[in-house]
Every structure is written in structure tokens, then in C-alpha cells.
T-cell receptor, first 116, second 112 residues
Framework: NAGVTQTPKFQVLKTGQSMTLQCAQD?????MYWYRQDPGMGLRLIYY???????DKGEVPNGYNVSRLNKREFSLRLESAAPSQTSVYFC???????????????FGPGTRLTVL | GENVEQHPSTLSVQEGDSAVIKCTYS??????FPWYKQELGKGPQLIID???NVGEKKDQRIAVTLNKTAKHFSLHITETQPEDSAVYFC???????????WGAGTKLIIKP
């Protein structure tokens, strides 16, 4: 049981290049999330997928797109990378978004992205 | 929308002493408040959470208190140990869309 896995672990891009960050979970969770973590700013939600077939914008969606490929996989795409997108990206999953009373989110190990 | 402030940004305590981290939130409709611990090079991991109908919750050396009137909640760690060294994040869940809004984090350093 690997939990939440992310690839790649590290990536360096030049301004304007594109790339896709991959995320997969093996816990049969319905909901998945993409966050970015910047020093002194905590975690900010980029996009989330409450269930297979749906995606919604979070707090900072500009410059990103997502695809919920199936129940297990949720990818994040940067179409034209900018230096402001230099960050650590975390994928997370939970049993069900919006569950009354709150529910635990399980995080992957993160992808450290640098845009030059 | 919700806004969460977390203090202090860095906390250094002697091993065996207690540590307290505080968070305030702005939206009185928020009803779920988790605390996550992030070790170096890893993703955050839930350590304790509290819902708005409860004032305090304990789990061994860790406790969380919630004051709904003042809109703040705190994490208390007693008898600190070296493995408690990490970054701790609080969060509040918005009632409108169930998104978690996170504090900026507290780096806890346990001095031997």
C-alpha cells in the first residue's frame, strides 16, 4: 500500500516550457487535491477533484490545468511555466470531499519545481 | 473568504517542556480545524483535529483547544521529545466549499 505517489520528485524548467506532474493514490479515495507550498505561506489549493469526473478551482488556479484521469490518478499541467511557479507541489487525497465534520487528507512526498 | 493566521513562525523549546502554537480564523461559519505535522522532505500528516461542537480534544501528549467566540484554536504538545521537531500547520475548513485554508506554519525546534 503506497498511499499517494508523485512523479517527478524534482524538476527544473525554463520559462515557457510545459510539463505535467503526475499523482496516483491506491486508497480508493474519491477526492484528490493539488497544493503548492511556498516559504512563509503555508499550503494553497490550486485545483481539486471532489469525485471522478469533476474538477474545481481552488485558491490559486491561474497558470494551471488538471485532469482527473480515473479514480486513482490526478495530474497537474503547467502549459507555459513562469518563475512565479517555482514551488513545492503536493498532491493529496481524501475519502470524500465535503464530508460533514471534515475528513483527513493524505499527502504525497511532493515535487520540487524550479522555473528559471 | 476564510483567512487563517498562525503564531509563532518559529518556536524553540527545551526537551521535556511544553509547546503551544496558536491560530486565529476569520469566518465564524468554519467548522473543522485540523493540525498537520510536516517532517523534512515529506508531505504533511494529520496529527489531530477538532470540530466546532467540541471545545477540547486530547491524544496522548497532544491536545487541541477551540474557542469559537474568539475564533482561535491552539495546539498543545506536552513533554516534548526530539521527534516532535517539525513544521506544524493549522487549517480551517470553509463552510461554503469545504476547502481547507492553511496557516503559514510553525517550525518547532526541540533543544536537547
Amino acid at each position: 500500500n503506497a498511499g499517494v505517489t508523485q512523479t517527478p520528485k524534482f524538476q527544473v524548467l525554463k520559462t515557457g516550457q510545459s510539463m505535467t506532474l503526475q499523482c496516483a493514490q491506491d486508497m480508493n479515495h474519491n477526492s484528490m487535491y493539488w497544493y503548492r507550498q511556498d516559504p512563509g505561506m503555508g499550503l494553497r489549493l490550486i485545483y481539486y477533484s471532489a469525485s471522478e469526473g469533476t474538477t474545481d478551482k481552488g485558491e490559486v488556479p491561474n497558470g494551471y490545468n488538471v485532469s482527473r484521469l480515473n479514480k486513482r490518478e490526478f495530474s497537474l499541467r503547467l502549459e507555459s511555466a513562469a518563475p512565479s511557479q517555482t514551488s513545492v507541489y503536493f498532491c493529496a487525497s481524501s475519502a470524500r470531499h465535503g464530508l460533514a465534520g471534515g475528513v483527513e487528507q493524505f499527502f504525497g512526498p511532493g515535487t520540487r519545481l524550479t522555473v528559471l | 473568504g476564510e483567512n487563517v493566521e498562525q503564531h509563532p513562525s518559529t518556536l524553540s523549546v527545551q526537551e521535556g517542556d511544553s509547546a503551544v502554537i496558536k491560530c486565529t480564523y476569520s469566518d465564524s461559519a468554519s467548522n473543522y480545524f485540523p493540525w498537520y505535522k510536516q517532517e523534512l522532505g515529506k508531505g504533511p500528516q494529520l496529527i489531530i483535529d477538532i470540530r466546532s461542537n467540541v471545545g477540547e480534544k486530547k491524544d496522548q501528549r497532544i491536545a487541541v483547544t477551540l474557542n469559537k467566540t474568539a475564533k482561535h484554536f491552539s495546539l498543545h504538545i506536552t513533554e516534548t521529545q526530539p521527534e516532535d521537531s517539525a513544521v506544524y500547520f493549522c487549517a480551517a475548513r470553509e463552510d461554503s466549499n469545504y476547502q481547507l485554508i492553511w496557516g503559514a506554519g510553525t517550525k518547532l525546534i526541540i533543544k536537547p
